[in-house]
Protein backbone atom coordinates (compact mmCIF):
# COMPACT_ATOMS: atom_id res chain seq x y z
CA UNK A 1 0.00 0.00 0.00
CA UNK A 2 0.94 3.41 -1.20
CA UNK A 3 1.97 5.60 2.17
CA UNK A 4 0.01 7.80 4.03
CA UNK A 5 2.28 10.60 2.30
CA UNK A 6 2.06 9.89 -0.76
CA UNK A 7 -2.07 9.12 -0.50
CA UNK A 8 -2.32 12.53 0.72
CA UNK A 9 -0.23 13.99 -1.98
CA UNK A 10 -2.50 12.68 -4.43
CA UNK A 11 -5.71 13.13 -3.00
CA UNK A 12 -5.29 17.36 -2.74
CA UNK A 13 -3.63 17.50 -6.26
CA UNK A 14 -7.29 15.68 -7.55
CA UNK A 15 -8.78 18.05 -5.12
CA UNK A 16 -7.13 21.06 -6.73
CA UNK A 17 -8.09 19.89 -9.91
CA UNK A 18 -11.56 19.30 -8.85
CA UNK A 19 -11.52 23.53 -8.00
CA UNK A 20 -9.27 24.42 -10.78
CA UNK A 21 -11.93 23.13 -12.61
CA UNK A 22 -15.17 24.53 -10.86
CA UNK A 23 -13.40 27.97 -11.53
CA UNK A 24 -13.13 27.49 -14.96
CA UNK A 25 -16.60 26.72 -15.28
CA UNK A 26 -17.95 29.80 -13.11
CA UNK A 27 -15.94 32.26 -15.68
CA UNK A 28 -16.68 30.00 -18.93
CA UNK A 29 -20.54 29.99 -18.20
CA UNK A 30 -20.80 33.27 -16.23
CA UNK A 31 -23.37 34.52 -18.32
CA UNK A 32 -25.55 31.33 -18.78
CA UNK A 33 -25.50 30.48 -14.63
CA UNK A 34 -27.84 31.93 -12.16
CA UNK A 35 -25.84 32.73 -9.02
CA UNK A 36 -28.51 29.86 -7.16
CA UNK A 37 -26.58 27.04 -9.87
CA UNK A 38 -22.86 28.74 -9.15
CA UNK A 39 -23.67 28.35 -5.65
CA UNK A 40 -24.68 24.63 -5.90
CA UNK A 41 -22.28 23.86 -7.88
CA UNK A 42 -19.75 24.26 -4.81
CA UNK A 43 -21.69 21.13 -3.08
CA UNK A 44 -20.26 18.94 -5.93
CA UNK A 45 -16.97 19.84 -4.39
CA UNK A 46 -17.61 18.96 -1.05
CA UNK A 47 -18.61 15.36 -2.21
CA UNK A 48 -15.67 14.80 -3.77
CA UNK A 49 -13.42 16.39 -0.74
CA UNK A 50 -15.52 13.73 1.35
CA UNK A 51 -14.70 10.80 -1.10
CA UNK A 52 -10.65 10.33 -0.22
CA UNK A 53 -11.76 9.84 3.25
CA UNK A 54 -14.49 7.08 3.11
CA UNK A 55 -13.94 3.26 1.97
CA UNK A 56 -15.78 3.76 -1.08
CA UNK A 57 -16.02 0.31 -2.95
CA UNK A 58 -16.54 1.18 -6.83
CA UNK A 59 -19.24 -0.71 -8.46
CA UNK A 60 -18.30 -3.71 -10.97
CA UNK A 61 -18.77 -3.06 -14.19
CA UNK A 62 -20.31 -5.98 -16.13
CA UNK A 63 -18.91 -7.12 -19.08
CA UNK A 64 -20.39 -9.28 -21.87
CA UNK A 65 -19.46 -10.59 -25.23
CA UNK A 66 -20.84 -13.01 -27.98
CA UNK A 67 -20.15 -16.78 -28.36
CA UNK A 68 -18.28 -15.55 -31.57
CA UNK A 69 -15.19 -13.65 -29.40
CA UNK A 70 -14.48 -17.14 -27.05
CA UNK A 71 -16.01 -16.19 -23.55
CA UNK A 72 -18.68 -18.29 -22.14
CA UNK A 73 -21.15 -15.85 -20.30
CA UNK A 74 -23.17 -16.87 -17.62
CA UNK A 75 -26.93 -15.43 -16.54
CA UNK A 76 -27.36 -12.56 -14.80
CA UNK A 77 -28.24 -14.40 -11.39
CA UNK A 78 -25.77 -17.44 -10.36
CA UNK A 79 -27.42 -21.18 -11.46
CA UNK A 80 -28.51 -23.11 -8.40
CA UNK A 81 -26.21 -25.78 -7.35
CA UNK A 82 -27.80 -29.17 -7.59
CA UNK A 83 -29.22 -31.30 -4.25
CA UNK A 84 -26.70 -33.51 -4.32
CA UNK A 85 -23.77 -30.90 -4.21
CA UNK A 86 -25.62 -28.87 -1.78
CA UNK A 87 -26.23 -31.92 0.63
CA UNK A 88 -22.28 -32.63 0.71
CA UNK A 89 -22.01 -28.66 0.90
CA UNK A 90 -24.00 -28.43 4.48
CA UNK A 91 -22.91 -32.00 5.60
CA UNK A 92 -18.94 -31.21 4.86
CA UNK A 93 -18.38 -27.81 6.28
CA UNK A 94 -15.48 -28.79 8.60
CA UNK A 95 -13.38 -29.18 5.75
CA UNK A 96 -13.51 -24.76 5.38
CA UNK A 97 -11.55 -24.78 8.82
CA UNK A 98 -9.97 -21.36 7.36
CA UNK A 99 -8.42 -20.72 10.04
CA UNK A 100 -6.00 -17.34 9.91
CA UNK A 101 -4.48 -14.99 11.97
CA UNK A 102 -4.54 -11.38 11.94
CA UNK A 103 -0.91 -10.07 11.00
CA UNK A 104 -0.21 -6.47 12.57
CA UNK A 105 1.17 -3.99 9.68
CA UNK A 106 3.40 -1.13 11.04
CA UNK A 107 3.85 0.29 7.75
CA UNK A 108 4.02 4.07 7.73
CA UNK A 109 7.57 5.09 6.42
CA UNK A 110 9.11 7.94 7.38
CA UNK A 111 7.88 10.44 4.51
CA UNK A 112 4.05 8.77 5.40
CA UNK A 113 4.56 9.54 9.36
CA UNK A 114 6.44 12.80 8.79
CA UNK A 115 3.09 14.34 6.40
CA UNK A 116 0.64 12.86 9.48
CA UNK A 117 2.38 14.59 12.32
CA UNK A 118 2.37 17.80 10.06
CA UNK A 119 -1.06 17.42 9.14
CA UNK A 120 -2.36 16.46 12.41
CA UNK A 121 -0.43 19.53 13.81
CA UNK A 122 -2.07 21.65 11.52
CA UNK A 123 -5.57 20.53 11.92
CA UNK A 124 -5.14 20.71 15.81
CA UNK A 125 -3.96 24.70 14.95
CA UNK A 126 -7.17 25.17 12.69
CA UNK A 127 -9.02 23.50 15.60
CA UNK A 128 -8.20 25.63 17.90
CA UNK A 129 -8.73 28.90 15.96
CA UNK A 130 -12.04 27.31 15.51
CA UNK A 131 -12.49 26.52 18.88
CA UNK A 132 -11.89 30.19 19.63
CA UNK A 133 -14.06 31.47 17.20
CA UNK A 134 -17.45 29.04 18.26
CA UNK A 135 -16.58 30.45 22.28
CA UNK A 136 -16.94 33.86 20.93
CA UNK A 137 -20.51 33.06 18.97
CA UNK A 138 -21.29 31.16 22.83
CA UNK A 139 -20.62 34.46 24.34
CA UNK A 140 -22.28 36.19 22.15
CA UNK A 141 -25.63 34.08 21.93
CA UNK A 142 -25.41 34.06 26.09
CA UNK A 143 -26.06 37.58 25.54
CA UNK A 144 -28.18 37.70 23.67
CA UNK A 145 -32.37 38.56 24.56
CA UNK A 146 -35.51 37.37 22.51
CA UNK A 147 -37.05 40.74 20.08
CA UNK A 148 -40.18 41.91 21.77
CA UNK A 149 -40.58 44.64 20.00
CA UNK A 150 -44.23 44.60 18.27
CA UNK A 151 -43.48 46.15 14.71
CA UNK A 152 -40.02 44.30 14.31
CA UNK A 153 -42.20 41.15 15.18
CA UNK A 154 -44.71 42.13 12.49
CA UNK A 155 -41.74 42.91 9.71
CA UNK A 156 -40.52 39.52 10.66
CA UNK A 157 -43.79 37.49 10.42
CA UNK A 158 -44.36 39.61 7.22
CA UNK A 159 -40.59 38.09 5.71
CA UNK A 160 -41.11 35.02 6.72
CA UNK A 161 -44.59 34.81 4.80
CA UNK A 162 -43.44 36.13 1.80
CA UNK A 163 -40.27 33.30 1.56
CA UNK A 164 -42.96 30.48 2.49
CA UNK A 165 -41.46 30.01 5.80
CA UNK A 166 -43.51 28.07 8.08
CA UNK A 167 -41.40 27.11 11.09
CA UNK A 168 -40.22 30.52 11.80
CA UNK A 169 -36.02 30.35 13.07
CA UNK A 170 -35.72 32.35 16.63
CA UNK A 171 -34.95 36.07 16.94
CA UNK A 172 -32.87 37.29 18.91
CA UNK A 173 -30.58 40.94 19.41
CA UNK A 174 -27.07 41.34 21.24
CA UNK A 175 -25.34 44.18 22.01
CA UNK A 176 -22.28 42.29 20.36
CA UNK A 177 -23.09 42.78 16.98
CA UNK A 178 -23.24 45.40 14.45
CA UNK A 179 -24.57 43.50 11.45
CA UNK A 180 -27.16 40.71 11.17
CA UNK A 181 -26.26 37.28 11.28
CA UNK A 182 -27.69 33.85 10.90
CA UNK A 183 -26.39 30.80 12.74
CA UNK A 184 -27.12 27.54 13.97
CA UNK A 185 -28.21 23.87 12.01
CA UNK A 186 -30.38 22.04 14.61
CA UNK A 187 -31.85 25.42 16.60
CA UNK A 188 -31.22 27.83 13.72
CA UNK A 189 -31.82 31.67 14.64
CA UNK A 190 -31.00 35.18 13.61
CA UNK A 191 -29.17 37.69 15.59
CA UNK A 192 -30.15 41.36 15.38
CA UNK A 193 -27.50 44.41 16.13
CA UNK A 194 -29.10 45.83 19.03
CA UNK A 195 -28.69 49.56 17.91
CA UNK A 196 -31.52 48.54 15.72
CA UNK A 197 -33.98 47.66 17.75
CA UNK A 198 -33.41 51.08 19.12
CA UNK A 199 -33.75 52.89 16.19
CA UNK A 200 -37.05 51.37 15.68
CA UNK A 201 -38.11 54.84 17.76
CA UNK A 202 -37.24 56.15 14.24
CA UNK A 203 -40.57 55.67 12.17
CA UNK A 204 -39.19 56.43 8.74
CA UNK A 205 -40.10 54.79 5.14
CA UNK A 206 -35.60 53.96 4.75
CA UNK A 207 -35.30 52.41 8.13
CA UNK A 208 -37.94 50.06 7.47
CA UNK A 209 -37.17 49.39 4.13
CA UNK A 210 -33.82 48.47 5.18
CA UNK A 211 -34.72 46.41 7.83
CA UNK A 212 -37.11 44.46 5.90
CA UNK A 213 -33.95 43.87 3.37
CA UNK A 214 -31.74 42.55 6.15
CA UNK A 215 -34.44 40.50 7.18
CA UNK A 216 -35.38 38.90 3.81
CA UNK A 217 -31.50 38.73 3.47
CA UNK A 218 -31.14 36.27 6.34
CA UNK A 219 -34.01 34.64 6.38
CA UNK A 220 -33.11 33.36 2.78
CA UNK A 221 -29.83 32.26 4.42
CA UNK A 222 -32.09 30.41 6.48
CA UNK A 223 -34.05 28.88 3.59
CA UNK A 224 -30.96 27.84 1.57
CA UNK A 225 -29.43 25.83 4.93
CA UNK A 226 -26.28 27.62 4.89
CA UNK A 227 -25.56 26.99 8.60
CA UNK A 228 -24.67 23.56 7.07
CA UNK A 229 -22.70 25.09 4.62
CA UNK A 230 -20.78 26.79 7.03
CA UNK A 231 -19.97 23.48 8.66
CA UNK A 232 -19.27 22.06 5.93
CA UNK A 233 -16.81 25.06 4.87
CA UNK A 234 -14.99 24.83 8.29
CA UNK A 235 -14.51 20.60 8.16
CA UNK A 236 -13.17 20.63 5.07
CA UNK A 237 -10.83 23.63 6.34
CA UNK A 238 -9.41 21.59 8.82
CA UNK A 239 -9.18 18.19 6.75
CA UNK A 240 -7.05 20.42 3.88
CA UNK A 241 -5.19 23.09 5.50
CA UNK A 242 -2.41 22.64 3.47
CA UNK A 243 -4.00 22.93 0.33
CA UNK A 244 -3.87 26.91 -0.92
CA UNK A 245 -6.21 26.20 -3.26
CA UNK A 246 -8.84 25.24 -0.38
CA UNK A 247 -8.62 27.87 1.20
CA UNK A 248 -9.21 29.70 -1.88
CA UNK A 249 -12.08 27.69 -3.00
CA UNK A 250 -13.85 28.34 0.81
CA UNK A 251 -13.48 31.91 0.35
CA UNK A 252 -15.00 31.87 -3.02
CA UNK A 253 -18.17 29.81 -1.67
CA UNK A 254 -18.59 32.10 0.90
CA UNK A 255 -19.00 35.00 -1.88
CA UNK A 256 -20.88 33.11 -4.30
CA UNK A 257 -23.26 32.02 -1.42
CA UNK A 258 -23.98 36.06 -0.24
CA UNK A 259 -24.09 37.02 -3.48
CA UNK A 260 -26.89 33.99 -4.21
CA UNK A 261 -28.69 35.24 -1.11
CA UNK A 262 -28.53 38.46 -2.92
CA UNK A 263 -30.01 37.54 -5.92
CA UNK A 264 -32.48 35.79 -4.26
CA UNK A 265 -33.51 38.53 -2.33
CA UNK A 266 -33.76 40.78 -5.52
CA UNK A 267 -35.86 38.59 -7.05
CA UNK A 268 -38.32 38.95 -4.17
CA UNK A 269 -38.06 42.73 -4.25
CA UNK A 270 -38.03 43.37 -8.52
CA UNK A 271 -35.56 45.43 -10.28
CA UNK A 272 -37.38 49.05 -8.94
CA UNK A 273 -35.90 48.04 -5.32
CA UNK A 274 -32.01 47.08 -6.72
CA UNK A 275 -30.40 50.88 -5.51
CA UNK A 276 -32.50 50.46 -2.06
CA UNK A 277 -31.17 47.23 -1.38
CA UNK A 278 -27.50 48.23 -2.67
CA UNK A 279 -27.76 51.30 -0.46
CA UNK A 280 -28.19 49.24 2.57
CA UNK A 281 -25.23 47.31 1.93
CA UNK A 282 -23.03 50.54 1.71
CA UNK A 283 -24.56 51.73 4.68
CA UNK A 284 -23.98 48.47 6.64
CA UNK A 285 -19.95 48.46 5.07
CA UNK A 286 -19.88 51.52 6.93
CA UNK A 287 -20.87 49.06 10.49
CA UNK A 288 -19.20 46.36 9.17
CA UNK A 289 -18.58 44.14 11.99
CA UNK A 290 -15.23 42.00 11.86
CA UNK A 291 -15.22 37.79 10.93
CA UNK A 292 -14.72 36.63 14.60
CA UNK A 293 -17.60 33.79 13.88
CA UNK A 294 -16.90 30.98 11.87
CA UNK A 295 -20.32 29.42 11.80
CA UNK A 296 -22.46 32.63 11.16
CA UNK A 297 -24.13 33.79 8.02
CA UNK A 298 -24.44 37.51 7.39
CA UNK A 299 -25.83 40.11 5.03
CA UNK A 300 -22.30 41.99 5.80
CA UNK A 301 -19.08 40.99 5.17
CA UNK A 302 -15.32 41.96 4.15
CA UNK A 303 -14.28 44.78 1.80
CA UNK A 304 -13.89 42.85 -1.09
CA UNK A 305 -16.28 40.54 -0.97
CA UNK A 306 -19.36 43.98 -0.48
CA UNK A 307 -17.60 45.29 -3.82
CA UNK A 308 -18.02 41.98 -5.73
CA UNK A 309 -21.90 41.98 -4.30
CA UNK A 310 -22.64 45.86 -5.13
CA UNK A 311 -21.39 45.16 -8.68
CA UNK A 312 -23.70 42.46 -9.29
CA UNK A 313 -26.11 43.74 -7.76
CA UNK A 314 -25.96 46.96 -10.19
CA UNK A 315 -25.68 44.58 -13.19
CA UNK A 316 -28.86 42.37 -11.97
CA UNK A 317 -31.63 41.99 -14.64
CA UNK A 318 -34.67 39.86 -13.17
CA UNK A 319 -34.03 36.34 -15.13
CA UNK A 320 -36.99 34.73 -17.51
CA UNK A 321 -38.48 31.41 -17.19
CA UNK A 322 -35.94 30.04 -20.21
CA UNK A 323 -32.84 31.52 -18.40
CA UNK A 324 -33.77 29.99 -15.10
CA UNK A 325 -34.57 26.29 -17.24
CA UNK A 326 -31.26 26.29 -19.05
CA UNK A 327 -29.35 27.32 -16.08
CA UNK A 328 -30.67 24.40 -14.48
CA UNK A 329 -29.78 22.07 -17.16
CA UNK A 330 -26.17 23.47 -17.46
CA UNK A 331 -25.32 23.13 -14.06
CA UNK A 332 -26.71 19.18 -13.86
CA UNK A 333 -24.34 18.49 -16.53
CA UNK A 334 -21.52 20.64 -14.78
CA UNK A 335 -21.93 18.52 -12.08
CA UNK A 336 -22.45 15.09 -13.42
CA UNK A 337 -19.10 16.29 -15.36
CA UNK A 338 -17.18 16.76 -11.94
CA UNK A 339 -18.78 13.74 -10.30
CA UNK A 340 -17.07 11.26 -12.96
CA UNK A 341 -13.97 12.48 -11.07
CA UNK A 342 -15.28 10.13 -7.70
CA UNK A 343 -13.76 7.29 -9.08
CA UNK A 344 -10.75 8.59 -9.41
CA UNK A 345 -10.85 10.37 -5.56
CA UNK A 346 -12.19 6.80 -4.25
CA UNK A 347 -9.43 4.49 -5.81
CA UNK A 348 -6.84 6.93 -3.80
CA UNK A 349 -9.09 7.26 -0.87
CA UNK A 350 -6.97 7.76 2.02
CA UNK A 351 -9.12 5.17 4.32
CA UNK A 352 -6.69 2.61 3.69
CA UNK A 353 -4.10 4.15 4.50
CA UNK A 354 -5.12 5.10 8.03
CA UNK A 355 -6.00 1.09 8.47
CA UNK A 356 -3.14 -0.42 6.88
CA UNK A 357 -5.33 -3.21 5.76
CA UNK A 358 -7.94 -1.79 2.62
CA UNK A 359 -6.03 -2.58 -0.44
CA UNK A 360 -3.54 -5.63 -1.80
CA UNK A 361 -0.23 -4.01 -0.94
CA UNK A 362 3.01 -3.82 -2.99
CA UNK A 363 0.60 -5.74 -5.92
CA UNK A 364 3.57 -7.04 -8.05
CA UNK A 365 2.48 -8.37 -11.89
CA UNK A 366 3.80 -10.66 -14.10
CA UNK A 367 6.29 -8.46 -16.23
CA UNK A 368 9.76 -10.34 -15.43
CA UNK A 369 7.96 -13.71 -15.91
CA UNK A 370 8.72 -15.71 -18.72
CA UNK A 371 4.64 -16.18 -19.77
CA UNK A 372 5.36 -18.85 -22.16
CA UNK A 373 6.38 -20.84 -18.75
CA UNK A 374 2.69 -21.06 -17.86
CA UNK A 375 0.63 -21.10 -21.41
CA UNK A 376 3.01 -23.20 -23.73
CA UNK A 377 2.15 -22.33 -27.36
CA UNK A 378 -0.35 -24.83 -27.94
CA UNK A 379 -2.19 -23.41 -25.02
CA UNK A 380 -5.83 -22.75 -25.73
CA UNK A 381 -7.05 -19.33 -23.76
CA UNK A 382 -10.38 -17.59 -23.46
CA UNK A 383 -11.85 -15.27 -21.39
CA UNK A 384 -15.06 -16.37 -19.29
CA UNK A 385 -17.23 -13.85 -17.71
CA UNK A 386 -18.38 -14.62 -14.00
CA UNK A 387 -19.18 -11.62 -13.09
CA UNK A 388 -22.79 -13.17 -11.66
CA UNK A 389 -20.59 -15.67 -9.57
CA UNK A 390 -18.81 -12.64 -8.16
CA UNK A 391 -21.14 -10.58 -7.64
CA UNK A 392 -19.53 -7.03 -5.77
CA UNK A 393 -16.55 -9.00 -4.77
CA UNK A 394 -13.53 -8.13 -6.83
CA UNK A 395 -11.37 -11.36 -7.48
CA UNK A 396 -10.33 -13.68 -10.31
CA UNK A 397 -10.74 -17.21 -11.86
CA UNK A 398 -8.19 -19.72 -13.84
CA UNK A 399 -9.29 -22.95 -14.74
CA UNK A 400 -7.36 -25.27 -16.93
CA UNK A 401 -8.68 -28.68 -18.41
CA UNK A 402 -5.87 -31.07 -18.76
CA UNK A 403 -7.61 -33.18 -21.24
CA UNK A 404 -8.23 -30.46 -24.03
CA UNK A 405 -4.84 -28.17 -22.65
CA UNK A 406 -7.81 -25.60 -22.49
CA UNK A 407 -7.19 -22.62 -20.38
CA UNK A 408 -10.40 -20.15 -18.98
CA UNK A 409 -9.75 -17.57 -17.20
CA UNK A 410 -12.17 -14.37 -15.96
CA UNK A 411 -10.53 -11.17 -15.00
CA UNK A 412 -7.10 -12.04 -16.61
CA UNK A 413 -5.76 -8.57 -15.51
CA UNK A 414 -6.09 -9.72 -11.82
CA UNK A 415 -5.44 -13.25 -12.58
CA UNK A 416 -2.05 -12.51 -13.57
CA UNK A 417 -1.37 -10.39 -10.83
CA UNK A 418 1.15 -11.59 -7.70
CA UNK A 419 -0.17 -11.69 -4.49
CA UNK A 420 0.04 -13.05 -0.95
CA UNK A 421 -0.83 -16.84 -0.94
CA UNK A 422 -1.39 -16.92 2.44
CA UNK A 423 -2.56 -20.77 3.39
CA UNK A 424 -2.70 -22.03 0.06
CA UNK A 425 1.15 -21.55 0.40
CA UNK A 426 1.02 -24.69 2.62
CA UNK A 427 0.71 -27.02 0.09
CA UNK A 428 4.35 -26.35 -0.88
CA UNK A 429 5.52 -26.59 2.51
CA UNK A 430 4.34 -29.68 2.89
CA UNK A 431 6.15 -31.37 -0.46
CA UNK A 432 9.43 -29.85 0.43
CA UNK A 433 9.27 -30.88 3.64
CA UNK A 434 8.45 -34.91 2.85
CA UNK A 435 11.41 -34.44 -0.05
CA UNK A 436 13.68 -32.95 2.78
CA UNK A 437 12.70 -36.06 5.16
CA UNK A 438 11.42 -34.12 7.61
CA UNK A 439 8.10 -35.59 7.68
CA UNK A 440 7.27 -38.73 5.52
CA UNK A 441 4.18 -40.49 4.09
CA UNK A 442 3.87 -42.70 7.10
CA UNK A 443 5.26 -40.52 10.18
CA UNK A 444 3.91 -36.48 9.65
CA UNK A 445 2.92 -36.09 13.47
CA UNK A 446 4.86 -33.41 15.37
CA UNK A 447 4.05 -32.93 19.09
CA UNK A 448 1.87 -29.79 20.06
CA UNK A 449 4.93 -27.03 22.03
CA UNK A 450 1.49 -26.37 24.62
CA UNK A 451 1.42 -22.92 23.74
CA UNK A 452 -2.32 -21.69 23.41
CA UNK A 453 -2.81 -20.23 20.19
CA UNK A 454 -5.87 -18.68 18.70
CA UNK A 455 -8.42 -22.01 17.89
CA UNK A 456 -8.88 -25.23 19.53
CA UNK A 457 -8.04 -26.98 16.78
CA UNK A 458 -4.35 -25.59 16.69
CA UNK A 459 -3.60 -26.55 20.31
CA UNK A 460 -3.06 -30.59 20.09
CA UNK A 461 -0.71 -32.47 18.33
CA UNK A 462 -0.65 -32.47 14.41
CA UNK A 463 -0.08 -34.53 11.56
CA UNK A 464 -0.25 -33.58 7.86
CA UNK A 465 -3.90 -34.38 7.31
CA UNK A 466 -5.06 -32.43 10.21
CA UNK A 467 -2.48 -29.69 10.09
CA UNK A 468 -3.98 -28.92 6.06
CA UNK A 469 -7.41 -29.62 7.80
CA UNK A 470 -6.98 -26.75 10.19
CA UNK A 471 -4.50 -24.93 8.28
CA UNK A 472 -2.51 -25.01 11.74
CA UNK A 473 0.09 -22.84 10.99
CA UNK A 474 2.54 -23.49 13.76
CA UNK A 475 2.86 -27.17 11.88
CA UNK A 476 4.07 -25.48 8.35
CA UNK A 477 6.22 -22.86 10.02
CA UNK A 478 7.60 -25.49 12.24
CA UNK A 479 8.73 -27.50 8.52
CA UNK A 480 9.74 -24.30 7.30
CA UNK A 481 12.36 -23.44 10.22
CA UNK A 482 13.41 -26.48 10.08
CA UNK A 483 14.40 -26.69 6.28
CA UNK A 484 15.97 -23.17 6.64
CA UNK A 485 15.74 -20.02 4.37
CA UNK A 486 18.29 -21.29 1.79
CA UNK A 487 17.10 -24.48 1.29
CA UNK A 488 13.14 -23.04 0.49
CA UNK A 489 14.64 -20.62 -1.51
CA UNK A 490 16.32 -23.18 -3.28
CA UNK A 491 12.84 -25.16 -3.66
CA UNK A 492 10.86 -22.16 -4.52
CA UNK A 493 13.50 -21.60 -7.00
CA UNK A 494 12.87 -24.99 -8.74
CA UNK A 495 10.14 -24.87 -8.89
CA UNK A 496 9.47 -21.87 -10.23
CA UNK A 497 6.67 -19.96 -7.72
CA UNK A 498 6.02 -16.59 -8.04
CA UNK A 499 8.38 -14.04 -6.96
CA UNK A 500 10.51 -16.48 -4.66
CA UNK A 501 11.20 -13.61 -2.24
CA UNK A 502 11.64 -14.46 1.03
CA UNK A 503 12.68 -11.52 2.90
CA UNK A 504 9.58 -10.36 4.54
CA UNK A 505 9.97 -12.39 7.86
CA UNK A 506 11.04 -16.20 7.31
CA UNK A 507 8.98 -18.65 7.96
CA UNK A 508 6.23 -16.56 7.64
CA UNK A 509 7.07 -14.46 4.81
CA UNK A 510 3.72 -16.24 2.95
CA UNK A 511 1.35 -14.54 5.19
CA UNK A 512 0.60 -11.12 3.50
CA UNK A 513 4.44 -10.32 3.38
CA UNK A 514 7.04 -10.56 0.84
CA UNK A 515 5.90 -13.92 -0.78
CA UNK A 516 3.69 -13.63 -3.63
CA UNK A 517 1.93 -15.72 -6.65
CA UNK A 518 -0.49 -15.00 -8.78
CA UNK A 519 -3.62 -17.08 -9.93
CA UNK A 520 -2.73 -18.07 -13.06
CA UNK A 521 1.03 -19.37 -11.74
CA UNK A 522 -1.06 -21.73 -8.97
CA UNK A 523 -2.39 -23.44 -11.73
CA UNK A 524 0.45 -23.95 -13.64
CA UNK A 525 2.10 -25.53 -10.43
CA UNK A 526 -0.82 -27.61 -9.25
CA UNK A 527 -0.73 -29.24 -12.65
CA UNK A 528 2.87 -29.54 -13.08
CA UNK A 529 2.77 -31.45 -9.42
CA UNK A 530 -0.33 -33.54 -9.26
CA UNK A 531 -1.22 -33.68 -13.49
CA UNK A 532 -0.37 -36.92 -13.70
CA UNK A 533 1.20 -39.15 -10.51
CA UNK A 534 2.89 -42.13 -12.64
CA UNK A 535 4.68 -40.84 -16.07
CA UNK A 536 6.03 -37.39 -14.05
CA UNK A 537 6.09 -35.67 -17.05
CA UNK A 538 6.27 -32.34 -15.64
CA UNK A 539 9.58 -30.48 -14.63
CA UNK A 540 7.93 -29.27 -11.22
CA UNK A 541 6.28 -33.13 -10.35
CA UNK A 542 9.77 -35.16 -11.19
CA UNK A 543 11.58 -32.69 -8.33
CA UNK A 544 8.95 -34.61 -6.35
CA UNK A 545 8.36 -38.54 -5.56
CA UNK A 546 5.16 -40.19 -6.17
CA UNK A 547 4.65 -41.17 -3.18
CA UNK A 548 5.40 -37.46 -1.51
CA UNK A 549 2.57 -36.25 -4.20
CA UNK A 550 0.28 -38.92 -3.36
CA UNK A 551 0.65 -37.97 0.46
CA UNK A 552 -0.03 -34.17 0.04
CA UNK A 553 -2.74 -34.97 -2.65
CA UNK A 554 -4.56 -36.60 0.33
CA UNK A 555 -4.19 -34.45 2.61
CA UNK A 556 -5.75 -32.17 0.12
CA UNK A 557 -9.04 -34.29 -0.36
CA UNK A 558 -12.20 -32.23 0.77
CA UNK A 559 -15.15 -34.66 -0.17
CA UNK A 560 -16.59 -36.73 -3.17
CA UNK A 561 -19.39 -35.82 -5.36
CA UNK A 562 -21.48 -37.94 -8.21
CA UNK A 563 -19.19 -35.80 -10.59
CA UNK A 564 -15.96 -37.23 -9.08
CA UNK A 565 -13.51 -35.79 -6.39
CA UNK A 566 -12.63 -32.42 -4.98
CA UNK A 567 -9.10 -31.37 -3.86
CA UNK A 568 -8.29 -28.45 -2.51
CA UNK A 569 -6.90 -25.61 0.21
CA UNK A 570 -8.20 -22.38 1.11
CA UNK A 571 -6.18 -19.56 2.02
CA UNK A 572 -7.59 -15.82 4.03
CA UNK A 573 -5.39 -13.43 4.13
CA UNK A 574 -6.15 -11.22 7.97
CA UNK A 575 -4.72 -7.50 8.06
CA UNK A 576 -4.91 -5.72 11.14
CA UNK A 577 -8.24 -7.70 11.87
CA UNK A 578 -9.66 -7.27 8.53
CA UNK A 579 -9.89 -9.75 6.02
CA UNK A 580 -8.91 -8.49 3.07
CA UNK A 581 -7.91 -11.32 0.67
CA UNK A 582 -9.50 -15.02 0.21
CA UNK A 583 -8.07 -18.10 -1.87
CA UNK A 584 -9.38 -21.14 -2.78
CA UNK A 585 -7.11 -23.37 -5.39
CA UNK A 586 -6.82 -27.18 -6.18
CA UNK A 587 -8.63 -29.53 -8.60
CA UNK A 588 -11.03 -32.29 -9.53
CA UNK A 589 -10.73 -35.98 -10.81
CA UNK A 590 -14.07 -37.28 -12.91
CA UNK A 591 -13.51 -40.38 -14.90
CA UNK A 592 -9.74 -39.95 -15.67
CA UNK A 593 -10.50 -36.00 -16.39
CA UNK A 594 -8.29 -33.65 -14.68
CA UNK A 595 -9.48 -29.64 -13.87
CA UNK A 596 -7.01 -27.07 -12.02
CA UNK A 597 -8.27 -24.26 -10.57
CA UNK A 598 -7.68 -21.11 -8.55
CA UNK A 599 -10.19 -18.73 -7.13
CA UNK A 600 -8.79 -15.11 -5.61
CA UNK A 601 -10.71 -12.26 -4.21
CA UNK A 602 -9.97 -9.28 -2.16
CA UNK A 603 -12.15 -6.52 -0.25
CA UNK A 604 -11.79 -3.74 2.26
CA UNK A 605 -13.33 -6.44 4.81
CA UNK A 606 -15.00 -9.45 3.61
CA UNK A 607 -12.91 -11.72 1.65
CA UNK A 608 -12.18 -15.25 3.13
CA UNK A 609 -11.10 -18.53 1.94
CA UNK A 610 -14.66 -19.49 2.92
CA UNK A 611 -16.17 -17.31 0.43
CA UNK A 612 -13.56 -17.91 -2.41
CA UNK A 613 -14.31 -21.55 -1.61
CA UNK A 614 -18.47 -21.24 -2.23
CA UNK A 615 -18.11 -19.08 -5.04
CA UNK A 616 -15.59 -21.66 -7.14
CA UNK A 617 -17.98 -24.05 -5.70
CA UNK A 618 -20.68 -22.82 -7.63
CA UNK A 619 -18.67 -22.15 -10.83
CA UNK A 620 -17.30 -25.77 -11.00
CA UNK A 621 -21.36 -26.66 -10.73
CA UNK A 622 -22.48 -24.51 -13.55
CA UNK A 623 -19.78 -25.68 -15.72
CA UNK A 624 -20.97 -29.12 -14.85
CA UNK A 625 -17.28 -30.25 -13.13
CA UNK A 626 -19.00 -31.19 -10.31
CA UNK A 627 -22.66 -31.82 -9.50
Not at 89 to 103: E, K, L, P
Not at 194 to 199: A, E, M, P, Q, Y
Amino acid sequence: MTSFGLHFILCNLFIAFSILAVIAIKHLFKNHLSAQAVYRLWSVLFLLMALPFVPVKLPKTLTTASASQGRYIFPETPVQTSGALQTIMGTSRDWMNDFTVSVNKKTPTFFGMFCLVIWMTGIIFMLSIQLRAHRKLFLMKQSAVTVHHPALCRLFEQCCTELGIKKMPSLYSTLLLKSPVMTGILCPAIYLPSHLIDDMADTSQDLYQSLRHMLLHELVHYKQRDALTNALINFFHLLYWPNPLVWFAMDEIRNDREIACDTSVLNRLGEENVLAYGNTLIHLAERMSPDIFSSVSGISGNMRQLTRRIRRIAAYKKPTRADGIKSTCIGLSIAALLLSLSPVLATYALYPAFSASGKIEDESSLENTDKASIFDENSKISEIDLSACFGDTEGSFVLYDLSRNTWQIYNKEKALVRVSPDSTYKIYAALFALDAGFITPENSEMTWDGEIRAFDAWNQDQDLHSAMKNSVNWYFQTLEEGMGKARTGQYLDNIGYGNRDLSGGFPSCWLESSLKISPAEQVYLLKEIFADLTSQDSSAGQMFSTSHIATVKDALYLYNTPGGALYGKTGTGNVNDHNIRGWFIGFTESNGQMYFFATHIEDLDNASGSRAAEITQVILSDLGIIH
